[in-house]
């Protein structure tokens, strides 16, 4: 079973920063290395969407809205997966999610039997 642990939200002022992390462990454990990882944000009323992700070999992607905004790395010792987020805007106040699988297809559908309770960006204007 996959198990994460996503930190770091909270409540800022639009133009400000934070940085997410998620911990990884269990069945995604010993794939982490293989894994491409992705970060996911609900904002309240909407679908999940993926905004960043990055592949087992540290090549990353961003959606149009955050590109140039925000930032994702790995850490694979760590079995982590960050995201800066910098210049908030108010539109970027969601509940932040990641996951992870070695299938890339499967990242982008969002095909997970699991989720993490993600974490809380909420941005003031």
């Known amino acids: 079973q996959v198990q994460l642990v996503e930190s770091g939200g909270g409540l800022v002022q639009a133009g400000g920063s934070l940085r997410l992390s998620c911990a990884a462990s269990?069945?995604?454990?010993?794939?982490?290395?293989?894994?491409?990882m992705g970060w996911y944000r609900q904002a309240p009323g909407k679908q999940r969407v993926l905004v960043a992700h990055i592949t087992s070999t540290g090549v990353a992607n961003y959606t149009d809205s955050v590109k140039g905004r925000i930032t994702i790395s790995r850490d694979n010792a760590q079995n982590s997966v960050y995201l800066q987020l910098t210049r908030l805007k108010p539109e970027d106040t969601a509940v932040y999610y990641c996951?992870?699988?070695?299938?890339?297809?499967?990242?982008?559908?969002?095909?997970?039997?699991?989720w993490g309770q993600g974490t809380q960006v909420t941005v003031s204007s």
């Open positions: 996951n992870g699988n070695p299938s890339l297809a499967r990242l982008l559908r969002a095909d997970f039997a699991s």
């Open positions: 269990g069945s995604l454990f010993s794939l982490f290395r293989l894994s491409a």
